[in-house]
């Protein structure tokens, strides 16, 4: 995920351009570049780091011009550097481009353009963009960029600019957010509407597969096709600070509805409904290192924790080899039994949890190969592993993590489905159906977050219980801590998880009508389990409210509220649980009248031990 603008009217287009990539900062902030056209040359000035050491560098400089493009970077492909940032350029520097998504066959894109002559300046996968265009163009930027992308696959929002053609600026987008706002002489383009909200609320919004051709007086739009397409422009009522939030209330309450997005973002070029197998580019083991491998350890904290937590039960039953699971702060304290045919498998979000790198350093210096599995590109724990599986769940703003969670999950189920096939542990049959179900997971989380009216029901009726207890087996344990991590945090109600058959062992005693018991009951291995735990529940007055799937008949005999999720097997169904839980700590939080993406006493990421 990251920000992209652009400019033309009669303003000068640098400061509208700062002012733009500021508003889309929540999109990324490693680093960002902006690019201006004036007196017949192009100039580019680009920055790692946040926005203001870019504005900074240009404070007092007088760019002049007024069209112009800018960027504010979350890196996915090649590291954070003053190189990395965009816009890159063409060979002859007259060809300069911003670019949100991923370009899933650059690699062998930019073979091809290498072997052709092009030079490279980045290790990113936009560059190759540039050069397409340079390739294609021939006195017509927006039949250049039209050729261009029919050679992409993936995902991209662009803006596009050339030194031929001063007044005009291309956009085009697939599966990657791109607005175009009207003004009055005036025109704007953006990954999202709260960049030019202070100049206009008239706004185009684009379907995959458009090029926009934009100067001041007039925007058309084509099809891959090269035909004109009709778009109509709409009046958007959102403030500023609403529309950051893309109209959301909360971050948190945006991210959770990000997830689809994020879920394929992570699964793109990884897993695909016609491939046979999964490619994990980055893994940095090879097959035989895969045979080799004796154990795994898992190192994470929180959130990332509960994930590796369901990442054991993937990888235990999928790839048969033994996981064991730290949080990381015990890791190193532990003397941990780990050698140099020990895989250590990192999770992390930020990247920069102290425990869990210190937790990767440990696991390093007793021989493991280390594996992480992280989301912000050149972190240190990025950097200091073997190899990195990146998710691409795009800058987590609330300090309640939600899509870095979901994605880990799918990350975690790519990694178990590839050493299961590698290392002969999995059926074909097995292998093909969870890649099929694995594959319609992030349509399944769009159809529950299209309708989920009954949970602020629950959520409104249970805001002022004493305490929550969370049960679940198997992989659903992990559910069961993540939601009453969840409601912990941002609504400061008293959370247990547990797993429901130790409830009987001591937790069972808390049970009163204060109590409510959330039972994550999905069908699987221990279903009719977590039914008698229920029952043994509701003969202590306790009230339950169940997470179940969509065609579960069964569950109403015993829980008295339900909240129904689509179908999946009970391996990935931790992806689909977490949305209802979430949602229900957020509304519980909300009918609290809680600050929700900043709770009291955390911060986003703990970097110190
Ligand atoms: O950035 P990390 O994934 O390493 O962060 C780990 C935990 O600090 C994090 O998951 C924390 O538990 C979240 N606030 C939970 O919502």
Aim: charged share 25%; aromatic share 6%; proline share 3%.
């Amino acid at each position: 995920m990251c920000g992209i603008v652009g400019y033309t009217g009669g303003r000068e287009a640098c400061p509208v351009l700062l002012d733009g990539l500021k508003r889309l900062e929540y999109r990324g902030y490693d680093s960002a570049g902006i690019a201006v056209f004036n007196d017949g040359r192009v100039a580019v000035h680009k920055a790692a780091g946040k926005l203001s050491v870019l504005a900074s560098a240009l404070d007092g400089v007088q760019l002049g011009g007024s069209i112009g493009i800018g960027h504010t970077r979350w890196a996915t492909h090649g590291r954070p550097s003053d190189e990395n940032a965009h816009p890159h350029v063409d060979c002859s520097g007259e060809i300069v481009v911003v670019h949100n998504g991923i370009i899933e066959n650059y690699l062998s894109l930019k073979e091809d353009l290498v072997a052709r002559g092009h030079r490279f300046t980045s290790e990113t996968d936009t560059e190759v963009v540039a050069h397409l265009v340079e390739e294609a163009y021939d006195g017509d930027l927006a039949e250049a960029v039209r050729q261009a992308i029919l050679r992409l696959d993936g995902s991209f929002a662009l803006a596009v600019m050339c030194r031929h053609e001063p007044n005009l600026l291309v956009a085009a987008r697939r599966h990657s957010p791109l607005v175009v706002g009207v003004g009055s002489n005036e025109n704007f383009i953006a990954s999202d509407v709260p960049a030019f909200l202070a100049y206009t609320k008239r706004v185009h919004f684009i379907e995959d597969d458009t090029v926009a051709v934009i100067n001041r007086t007039s925007v058309e739009f084509r099809g891959l096709d090269g035909r004109p397409i009709v778009n109509n422009v709409h009046e958007v009522e959102w403030d500023a600070a609403m529309a950051e939030r893309g109209g959301y209330e909360h971050f948190m309450l945006k991210e959770i509805h990000e997830q689809p997005v994020a879920l394929r973002e992570t699964m793109r070029g990884r897993l695909s409904s016609e491939h046979a197998d999964v490619a994990l580019e980055g893994l940095g083991l090879s097959d035989e290192d895969i045979r080799s491998i004796d154990k795994i350890v898992i190192v994470a904290c929180g959130t990332a924790y509960h994930a590796a937590m369901a990442g054991k039960y993937m990888i235990e039953r999928l790839v048969r080899l033994p996981v064991e699971l730290d949080v990381a702060s015990e890791l190193r304290y532990r003397d941990p039994i780990i050698d140099d045919r020990t895989l250590a498998l990192v999770i992390s979000q930020s990247g920069e949890t102290a425990d869990t790198l210190a937790g990767l350093r440990e696991a390093r210096r007793r021989g493991a190969r280390v594996l992480a599995v992280c989301n912000v590109v050149g972190s240190s724990v990025a950097r200091e592993s073997g190899g990195v599986l990146y998710t691409y769940a795009g800058p987590e703003i609330a300090v309640a993590s939600t899509k870095a969670y979901t994605t880990q999950l799918m990350v975690l189920a790519l990694i178990a489905l590839h050493f299961g096939r590698v290392r002969g542990a999995l059926t074909p049959d097995r292998d093909a159906d969870l890649r099929r179900m694995l594959w319609t997971i992030p349509e399944q989380a769009d159809l529950f977050l299209a309708d989920y009216g009954d949970l602020i029901d629950c959520a409104e009726r249970y805001h002022n219980i004493g305490g929550f207890l969370y049960m679940g087996r198997g992989p659903n344990l992990a559910s069961a801590l993540e939601g009453a991590l969840k409601i912990k945090e941002i609504a400061y109600i008293h959370a247990e998880g547990y797993a429901a058959g130790e409830m009987k062992h001591g937790p069972i005693a808390m049970i009163d009508p204060t109590m409510a018991t959330v039972a994550v009951s999905t069908k699987g291995r221990t279903y009719e389990k977590v039914l008698s735990n229920i029952l043994e529940v509701k003969a202590r007055m306790g009230e339950v409210i169940a997470v179940a799937g969509r065609h579960d008949e069964e569950i109403a005999k015993y829980a008295d509220h339900i909240i129904r999720v689509p179908e999946t097997d009970e391996l990935l169904s931790p992806i689909l649980n977490a949305l209802p839980l979430q949602l229900l700590a957020y509304h519980v939080a909300k009918f609290r009248g809680h600050e929700i993406d900043q709770p009291r006493n955390l911060a986003k990421s703990v970097t110190v031990e």
